[in-house]
């Protein structure tokens, strides 16, 4: 069987759905599943890559990290296509490959499947913070309910997010299916090098945050409560690594606040290199996004061993179980640096959830939930091939 993939947005673009691409496509090729993934030229990613077809694509206003896959050069490549060289198409993102990608499997006469990875209800505030909150709501549960209808089935990261859909009215099938971890997503990092590379003493306690600096990430928030983390733990770091357009305002807040010299910007940080590095260094992962529809950073810290505090919202909700190595609290500031406090000061209880943590994460395995995958598309595939017969014999 041979996958269409088609996201708006791949790597060298460091996100959630990146990952979950990546992952899933090297967990189907071990099954026998081939795919082609159709994905966003970026600056600096002209080299070929195997499996990978790159569109001519635009810059993103206010998003730098970000790039429009142009319209016509998106259909050419979809359209250059061998006739028959794929047997379902899988869209990623909502934008310009959603449409596309209909198109292409409606062209094809193929069915289609979509992964919702984006909340756009809480995340179509942070970008178009002029247009009111509830028409914001209205316009997104209406373009939801639009895509979601133009598709043979929806893959939902987390419970909670398909229970989102069917409220909204959702009537696609929908399955739920996170994305798993790797095995190499277990290699203990070292913290050390991370310090060591970040040029931070070895006595410093390190509060850290990783993932995208965006502003539907609620940072700013982690940042008001490490105040308060200070004033009991002053040798404390907030440590926030990733990069994203919420960056320069956060820079601006840790300044205004005079946090300077206890909040450390990261940036990128290599995902085979540094990046486990850094999440063996902390003391606490700290999390508090309200819109991630599954929060996959999370599973990847716990399998670093890396105590957690965080919020549930969402699709961390269906993460953040009981027994899942992390310290579960409200968005509040003085509760949330309370637990922050509490970790740093009990070393037992640091390497409690150390233990469970990782444990725990052992349960995620990509391998199965890319096993799960291809039965999803098998059952898709064959199901119009059944019709045929059945109309054939009456």
């Known amino acids: 069987m041979r996958i269409l993939f088609i996201s708006d947005v791949y790597f060298p673009r460091v996100n959630g759905v990146s990952t979950s691409i990546r992952t899933f496509r090297e967990d189907l090729t071990t099954q026998g599943l081939a795919t082609l993934l159709v994905a966003p030229q970026y ?39 061998p006739r028959g ?133 609620n940072i700013g928030f982690l940042v008001q409560m490490f105040r308060r983390v200070l004033a009991q733990r002053p040798e404390a770091l907030l440590v926030i690594a990733g990069e994203g357009p919420a960056r320069a305002g956060l820079r601006e807040q840790v300044a205004a606040l005079g946090l300077s010299a206890h909040v450390y910007f990261a940036g990128y940080l290599e ?11 902390a003391d606490a992962f700290v999390f508090a996004s309200r819109t991630e529809t599954q929060g996959l950073v999370l599973l990847e810290a716990m399998a670093q061993g890396a105590p957690i505090v965080s919020t549930a919202e969402l699709g961390t909700r269906s993460i953040l179980l009981p027994g899942s190595g992390a310290l579960v609290v409200a968005e509040d500031e003085a509760a949330f ?38 039965e999803i598309y098998r059952a898709l595939v064959q199901a119009p091939q059944a019709a045929q017969v059945a109309r054939a014999a009456g």
């Open 85 to 217: 060289s794929f047997d379902l198409v899988h869209i990623h993102t909502p934008f310009m490959a959603h449409y596309a990608g209909v198109r292409a499997a409606r062209r094809a006469g193929v069915p289609c499947v979509a992964t919702y990875h984006t909340f756009f209800e809480e995340y179509l505030h942070h970008y178009v913070p002029a247009l009111p909150r509830a028409l914001g709501r209205s316009a997104a549960r209406h373009f939801t309910r639009s895509q979601c209808a133009a598709v043979q089935a929806l893959i939902a990261p987390s419970e909670p997010m398909r229970a989102v859909l069917s409220d909204y009215g959702v009537t696609t099938p929908i399955h739920v299916l996170p994305t798993g971890l790797p095995a190499d997503r277990f290699r203990l990092g070292d913290g050390a090098a991370f310090r060591a590379l970040a040029g931070i003493a070895p006595e410093r306690t390190l509060v850290t945050y990783i993932g995208r600096v965006a502003h539907e990430k």
């Open 271 to 281: 995902r085979d290199g540094a990046l486990l590095d850094c999440y063996a260094a």
């Open 337 to 374: 640096a309370a637990a922050v406090v509490r970790l740093l000061s009990e070393p037992a209880l640091r390497a409690e959830l150390r233990e469970r943590g990782r444990s725990y994460a052992r349960a995620w395995s990509s391998a199965t939930m890319a096993r799960r995958l291809g």
């Open 43 to 81: 600056a600096g990613s002209a080299a070929a890559e195997a499996g990978i077809v790159r569109v001519s694509a635009a810059s993103v206003p206010k998003d730098p990290e970000d790039r429009r896959m142009r319209w016509g050069a998106l259909t050419r490549t979809l359209d250059g296509l």
